[in-house]
């Protein structure tokens, strides 16, 4: 018998038994290749200190986790994006607009899986500073807030609000729209790229609500758009997309993160967006105007999941006549 079967002895290392010729807690960490100043150990139930891991002696039977730091969550085969230097793993993007309370809103962005809010920036209610805010409901700590201009009809309204928006919670990523006029809530895309140009050169991230325009996109992203948002139809329509070729031209030409905004009716329109190969929908009126806000919420993460999944995948060929499915070769 030789001299390491000789001194072999059983132990338990994180949940599994292990045989060992280590006799300090140190030689077992070597052995397992682990460097020993990125760990911690316990032995039998006590917190081994790193620096004394050499004397702490190993005996038949002895139970030891050992630890180490790693990201929280499970990232194992994410499909994550980026944008601004921050990384999201919903691809889902929500309002807090429409919804009969704060609590169907929280419900809802529970449901919806999303991690980004967009959030309007309007005046305290003076008359009663007691009165509930959104931030009781939703907290800006978990959640990513994205402060937006909704309602602004020129660059001057919108940086304006935004420069609040960052002196009351100090937030950068912000959601830009400028508006044409109150009927189609369409944007002025004259004004917007003002305003672009305006707020990345006083530090903001601005990621910009447009029309689906291939060209204008492209000058948004040269004036500092971290994001471009081309609407899918007008604001609250319910349409769906209603011109994928421009938008799947915006996705093909951008070097940033392409979002469809707007016109969302349900849960096969945010799939489509999703098949055009976009980083992303944003979508408020589609699920808070639902008669159950909150089973849509559940319907739009899914169907978000599965449109990535059909982009990745490769949709199959489209053909002008049938193929069949089986072989014709050997029918009876």
Not at 5 to 34: K, M, W
Not at 43 to 71: M, Q, T
Request: proline content about 5%.
């Amino acid at each position: 018998m030789s001299e390491t079967q000789a001194t072999s002895i059983t132990v338990t290392v994180n949940g599994d038994s292990r045989s060992t010729s280590a006799s300090t807690a140190a030689q077992l960490v070597r052995e397992l290749d682990l460097d020993p100043a990125r760990v911690a150990v316990e032995h039998n139930g006590e917190i081994a200190p790193r620096s004394s891991l050499a004397e702490v002696a190993l005996s038949e039977g002895d139970r030891l986790e050992i630890v180490h730091f790693v990201g929280g969550g499970d990232h194992a085969g994410q499909d994550s994006w980026s944008v601004a230097g921050r990384t999201f793993t919903s691809r889902l993007i929500v309002g807090t607009g429409k919804y009969k309370d704060f609590e169907q809103n929280a419900a809802a962005l529970e449901a919806s899986g999303a991690e980004i809010v967009t959030v309007a920036v309007r005046r305290v209610n003076v008359s009663d500073p007691k009165a509930p805010m959104l931030t009781d409901y939703i907290d800006p700590k978990t959640v990513t807030y994205l402060p937006n201009t909704a309602g602004c009809f020129t660059a001057d309204e919108a940086i304006r609000t935004l420069r609040l928006a960052r002196e009351a919670g100090g937030w950068d990523l912000v959601k830009l729209e400028v508006l044409g006029e109150a009927r189609t809530l369409y944007p002025d895309m004259r004004e917007t790229l003002k305003a672009t140009e305006v707020l990345a050169k006083e530090g903001f991230h601005p990621m910009v609500y447009c029309a689906d325009d291939p060209i204008a996109a492209q000058q948004l992203e040269e004036a500092g758009a971290v994001a471009i948002m081309p609407l899918g139809a007008p604001i609250g329509s319910g349409l769906g997309i209603q011109n994928r070729v421009t938008i799947r031209l915006i996705v093909e030409g951008a070097k940033v993160p392409v979002l469809v905004d707007a016109g969302v009716g349900t849960a096969s329109d945010a799939a489509v967006a999703m098949e055009l190969g976009c980083d992303g929908v944003l979508m408020n009126t589609a699920i808070a105007e639902a008669q159950d806000p909150i089973r849509m919420a559940r319907a739009m993460k899914l169907a978000v999941e599965a449109g990535r999944d059909a982009y990745l995948a490769g949709r199959m060929a489209t053909r002008k006549y049938a193929d069949p499915s089986s072989p014709l070769a050997g029918l009876i």
